[in-house]
C-alpha cells in the first residue's frame, strides 16, 4: 500500500504489482542462477566478485569460489551502486541496487540515503538533478549481504 501511495507521486517507484521482474526478466533471472550455479561453489561468491570485486579462484571441479581471506578483509564499511541485474517492472526511471559488504542493515535509513544521494550525484554529475526512492527488500534473493533497491530518475532543473 505504501509502494502505491508512492508511486502515484513517483512514476518512477513500482506500485505493488510492479516489485517483481518482468516476465522476460524473470526467465532471464532463472537462467543466469542457473549458470551461476554451474559454475560457483556458492551464489554469495559470485557477489563478492561481481559487486565487491574480489578475486575468484577456481576449484578442482571447475567451480569458483572466494578464499576466506578475502572475504575476512573485506572492508565492512565499503558500499557499491549498481544496475539491478534483474530489474523491476518499472515504466520510468531506473533500478539499481546499493549493496553493503555486511549482512545486517549497520546504517541508519538516513545514512543509507546519503550514500545513495552521493552515488547519484556522481553517476549524473548533478547536485539535484535526480529523484530517488528506496526500500529494503522483505524477501531478499542475497540476504547474506544487506541491500537496497533504488528507483531514481534524472530531472530538469
Known amino acids: 500500500e ?44 559470485f557477489i563478492y566478485v561481481s559487486v565487491f570485486e574480489l578475486p575468484a579462484l577456481d576449484l578442482p571441479d571447475g567451480k569458483k569460489t572466494v578464499a576466506n581471506r578475502h572475504k575476512d578483509r573485506l572492508d565492512k564499511k565499503m558500499f557499491v551502486f549498481q544496475k539491478q541485474m534483474f530489474p523491476y517492472l518499472i515504466h520510468e526511471g531506473h533500478h539499481w541496487v546499493m549493496w553493503y559488504a555486511t549482512k545486517e542493515q549497520e546504517k541508519s535509513d538516513e545514512e543509507v540515503t546519503a550514500d545513495v544521494n552521493k552515488e547519484l550525484k556522481k553517476l549524473t554529475n548533478s547536485d539535484d538533478g535526480f529523484e530517488f526512492g528506496w526500500y529494503v527488500n522483505p524477501k531478499m534473493t542475497v540476504p ?8 531514481w530518475r534524472e530531472v530538469e532543473i
Open 2 to 45: 505504501e509502494l502505491d501511495v508512492l508511486h502515484d507521486q513517483y512514476n518512477f517507484v513500482p506500485n505493488r504489482d510492479g516489485v517483481r521482474p518482468s516476465p522476460e526478466a524473470k526467465i532471464a533471472k532463472a537462467e543466469k542462477l542457473e549458470e551461476l550455479s554451474g559454475n560457483w561453489k556458492d551464489f554469495t561468491d
Open 144 to 151: 547474506e549481504f544487506f541491500h537496497v533497491q533504488v528507483f
